[in-house]
């Protein structure tokens, strides 16, 4: 009996360690076999999941869906697009549990899991952790390939950069990774725009804003050094003095708020003028805010 309860203190240890899911080969290794295990499920204190076993009564978390969806693939799955990202760090996009396996891999499919088998697939592309995952330039390209909005993708590959998960550089390091789809055309076009120095997808909107209703087409991310601190401009249109500022639900927190200021009364001392839009505006209804910009540009000496 003693034996029984070491067992499963062994197996409740390890479960600490790995979000309450403990694979049968994590569980033999920490010194759990399989004879042990299914005593302990018979006792009612743990259930088998697919090739991985958890304790009976314990709240799913995030991390443990994710090691379950792996525990009932092949050995070589790996979580990959938007579950990649997230297992990366990235916060405020939320979508089912996405794993990648090479064609012809076997995997238990299930509600809220999406399985991917590619025709192509290198090992050089997984990080090799806890957890195995895509690394996450490639892994947001095919998020973006995998969204169910255009809009989607375009979020998605702004905020693999705005949270520093990859660089523009390595989105386009692996550009030619992407099938050719529909969607291919967008999404390097926007890659292509982050790189220019696009990070916000507001900023995004705002070029796309401009050419289409044939105005001039400012530089972004622009530096301004001054005595107050460092400040990075949104958009500025060099020729003009004009500065657009793309406020997005973020500027509304005081901190944010505060460097805001900051930084308009910097420009203003400077002479610059200050245009400020809402990043929802620009999607949702851009003609008040177009005419606005159209205006204050002519009366900067544009000609149109």
């Not at 443990?64 to 525990?71: I, K, S, V």
């Not at 249109?237 to 997005?248: A, K, M, P, R, W």
């Amino acid at each position: 009996m003693r034996d029984l309860d070491d067992a499963g203190g062994r197996l409740h240890q390890l479960a600490q360690d790995t979000d309450g899911v403990v694979t049968r080969r994590e569980a033999q290794r920490g010194g759990v076999t399989r004879r042990r295990i299914a005593q302990e499920v018979g006792r009612g204190r743990w259930e088998v999941k697919r090739r991985a076993v958890t304790i009976v009564g314990a709240p799913a978390t995030r991390e443990g869906r994710w090691r379950l969806a792996l525990a009932g693939a092949s050995p070589r799955a790996a979580l990959d697009g938007a579950t990649a990202l997230q297992c990366a760090g990235m916060t405020g996009f939320e979508d089912d549990v996405h794993i990648s396996v090479p064609k012809g891999d076997r995997v238990r499919r299930e509600a809220g899991l999406r399985v991917h088998e590619l025709r192509s697939w290198s090992e050089n592309d997984v990080l090799d952790l806890p957890l195995r995952r895509v690394r996450p330039e490639l892994a947001a390209l095919r998020a973006a390939r995998w969204a169910a909005t255009e809009r989607a993708a375009q979020t998605i590959l702004a905020m693999t950069v705005q949270q520093g998960l990859t660089t523009p550089q390595r989105l386009i390091s692996v550009l030619d990774r992407l099938p050719r789809s529909r969607r291919a055309t967008l999404i390097e076009a926007a890659v292509v725009e982050i790189a220019g120095g696009s990070q916000a997808l507001g900023e995004l909107d705002l070029m796309q804003v401009c050419r289409s209703h044939g105005l001039p087409v400012p530089s972004r991310q622009h530096v301004l050094k001054r005595p107050s601190g460092t400040y990075y401009l949104d958009a500025r249109f060099h020729q003009y003095s004009l500065t657009v500022e793309v406020d997005g639900l973020g500027h509304r927190d005081i901190p944010q708020a505060r460097v805001d200021l900051r930084k308009q009364n910097e420009l203003q001392i400077d002479g610059d003028v200050v245009l400020r839009v809402m990043s929802m505006d620009l999607r949702d209804d851009p003609t008040p805010f177009v005419q606005q910009l159209r205006r204050a540009l002519v009366a900067r000496g544009w000609s149109g």
